[in-house]
C-alpha cells in the first residue's frame, strides 16, 4: 500500500464510521466530510509512521481517520459560534441543517474518535489530551473576542492550543505506532507542533489578505454561493433558510481582530515567522533516516506556508 | 470505603478533571458539577461493580466519574438547544455564559470524559457507543420534533438510545470492572437498560404533570428564577443578558409534543409502564448472591419510578 493508498483508506474509515442509522447524523456527517479539506493532519500521522519504518498501514489508519474527525467535528462547531456559512466551498453544516442539528453533528463526530482509538488503548490519552488543548484554545479565542483582549501573546497562546497541540499529536502518533524511541517520538512532536503553528498563522494570513483585497467580491461570492446552494439542497429535503438567517446575523469578530493585530507590516512578519516555524520543524526531522516519506514531511512543513489557499 | 464514600471521590474526581487552566471552562463546568443532579448513573456504575465483589472503589470510581460527565455534558448542550435557562434549580451555563462557551463547555467535557477513560483500555468501546447512542436519540428527537412526527413508538426508540444506553453502560461497566462474567454482564446490562427507560418516562410524566397543573406558576418561578440567579452571578463577571434573551425564545416543543401522547389516561399508562420496567430490571438481578449492594440496586430501581422530582 502507497501512502496515497493509505490516504484512501483513511476516507473509506471516516465513511463507514459515520454511517449512522440516524439519517441526519449520516447526511451532516457525510456532508461535511464530501466537501474535503486538505487532510493534512491524517497525512501528517500516516508520513511520520511510514518515516520511522512503519508499514502497516491498515493498522495506522483509523487513528489517522480519528484525528481529521476530531478537525472535522471542531468545524462543525465552530460554524456555529461563528454563524459560518460557507465551509470548504459549501455550505455549513449550520446553514443547512440548523443549529440544533450542527451541534449533535460535532457531538456524534467527536464521539466517532473514541470508537476508532478504543483499540488503540495507550493513544488515547495522547488524542484526548491534544482534543481539551483544541477546545481550551477556542475557548481562549472567544474569551480574547469577548473582553478585547488580544494580543499577539494571547493569540500564539490560542494558536498553540488549538491548532498546535493536534498537529504534535499527529506526528508523535504515527511515531509510537511504528515504535520509534522516545528522543524520535519528542522530535516528531516538536516537528508536528511547529509546523501547527505556521499552518495557523498563514491560515489567518490567507483570511485577512483575502478579506483586505477582494472584501466585498470575496464576501459577496460567499453568500451568493452560500443561498444557492442551500436553495439547490432544500429542493432535497435541507433546511435551506438556515442560511438566510445566519447571513443576518453578524459578522466574524475575529476578521477585524485579526486586521489589528497584522495591520502595518505585520502580514510580512506574520509570514516570516511561519517561515522560521517551517524551518524549525524541518530541523526535526534530522533524526530520521533518508525516506520518500521523510522528503514529503519536508515538503509538508514547505507547502504550509508556500499555499496560497 | 464505603459506596457513599466511593461517590465522594467520584465527586472529588469530576472536579478535579475540569480543572482547566481556562477559566471559563474551568467555572462553567464547576457550576454545572456543583447544582449537583441525582448522580443516579455513577451510583448504579459502583453498585453493580460492589455487587459482583468489586471492593476497589478508587478503581472504579474515574469510570463512574466518566460516565457522569457524558451526561453532564449533554445536559450543557441540552440547554443550548432547549433554550433552557434553569437547570438543577439554577441557571444554566447557556444563561450564563451565553452560547458560545455553553458548546465549548460541553465538548470539554465530552472530551474530558475520554480522558479518565484511558486508563480502562477495553472499555472504551462500551462507553463511546453509549454516547454515540445518546447523539443518535436526542438528534431523532430533535427530529421528531421538527418533522411532527411523534408516535409511541418512536418515543420509545429516542429513550432507549438517549437514556437507556448510558444506564446500561453504567451497570454493565461496572460488573466488567469486577471481573463478572459474561452472563451477568449481560443480566446487569438488562437491569440497567430497564431502569434507564423507566427513569427517562418518570423524568417526562414529571415534566409534563408539573406543566399541566402548574403550568404558569411554574414557568413563572423558573424565570423568575434564572433572572434573580443571572443578575446575582452577573456582578461575578457572569453574562447575565443572556438569561433575558434566552426567555424570550421559542418554549420548549417537547412540552406540548409530550403533552399530546400523555393526553388522557395516557400518564397512568405511563406510570404503569415504568413501573413494570422497574420490576423487570429487579428481576434481572436475580443473577447476583444477596448483599447489601443488590438490595441498593433493588431500591434504585424502585426510587426512580417513586419519586417526585
Redesign the interface.
Known amino acids: 500500500m502507497t501512502i496515497q493508498q493509505a490516504m484512501q483508506s483513511v476516507e473509506n474509515i471516516m465513511f463507514e464510521v459515520v454511517n449512522?442509522?440516524?439519517?441526519?447524523?449520516r447526511d451532516a456527517s457525510r456532508h461535511i466530510l464530501d466537501a474535503g479539506g486538505k487532510r493534512v493532519r491524517p497525512r501528517l500521522l500516516m508520513l511520520s509512521y511510514s518515516a520511522f519504518g512503519g508499514t502497516d498501514y491498515g493498522y495506522a489508519a483509523p487513528a489517522a481517520a480519528a484525528i481529521e474527525l476530531v478537525h472535522t467535528a471542531?468545524v462543525v462547531?465552530d460554524d456555529?459560534?461563528d454563524h459560518g456559512i460557507v465551509r470548504r466551498g459549501r455550505p455549513s453544516v449550520n446553514a443547512l441543517w440548523g443549529?440544533?442539528?450542527a451541534?449533535?453533528t460535532?457531538?456524534?463526530l467527536?464521539?466517532?474518535v473514541?470508537?476508532l482509538?478504543?483499540p488503540y488503548?495507550?493513544l488515547?490519552?495522547d488524542?484526548?489530551?491534544a482534543?481539551?488543548a483544541l477546545?481550551?484554545g477556542?475557548?481562549?479565542q472567544?474569551?480574547a473576542v469577548k473582553d478585547n483582549n488580544f494580543t499577539r501573546e494571547v493569540y500564539m497562546q490560542i494558536i498553540a492550543l488549538k491548532t498546535a497541540a493536534l498537529f504534535k499529536a499527529s506526528a508523535s502518533i504515527g511515531a509510537k505506532l511504528a515504535h520509534a524511541d522516545e528522543k524520535s517520538i519528542e522530535a516528531l512532536g516538536q516537528y508536528g507542533y511547529s509546523v501547527g503553528l505556521a499552518f495557523q498563522i498563514i491560515d489567518d494570513v490567507l483570511d485577512l489578505t483575502a478579506d483586505s483585497t477582494q472584501l466585498g467580491k470575496t464576501s459577496g461570492i460567499d453568500l451568493a454561493q452560500g443561498r444557492g446552494y442551500a436553495a439547490a439542497y432544500s429542493s432535497n429535503g435541507h433546511n435551506g433558510s438556515a442560511v438566510a438567517e445566519a447571513v443576518v446575523e453578524e459578522a466574524d469578530p475575529m476578521v477585524s481582530i485579526k486586521a489589528k493585530i497584522l495591520k502595518g507590516d505585520a502580514i510580512n512578519e506574520a509570514r516570516v515567522q511561519a517561515k522560521v516555524l517551517a524551518q524549525t520543524a524541518i530541523g526535526c526531522l534530522d533524526i530520521l533516516p533518508e525516506s520518500q516519506s521523510k522528503r514529503e514531511l519536508v515538503e509538508l512543513a514547505n507547502m504550509v506556508v508556500d499555499r496560497d489557499h
Not at 449512522?20 to 447524523?25: G, Q, R, Y
Open positions: 449512522s442509522d440516524v439519517k441526519t447524523l471542531s462547531h456555529i459560534n443549529r440544533t442539528f451541534l449533535l460535532g457531538d456524534f467527536f464521539t466517532k473514541y470508537e482509538m478504543a488503548k495507550d488515547n490519552i488524542l484526548a489530551e482534543t481539551v477546545v481550551e477556542e475557548t481562549l472567544a474569551a
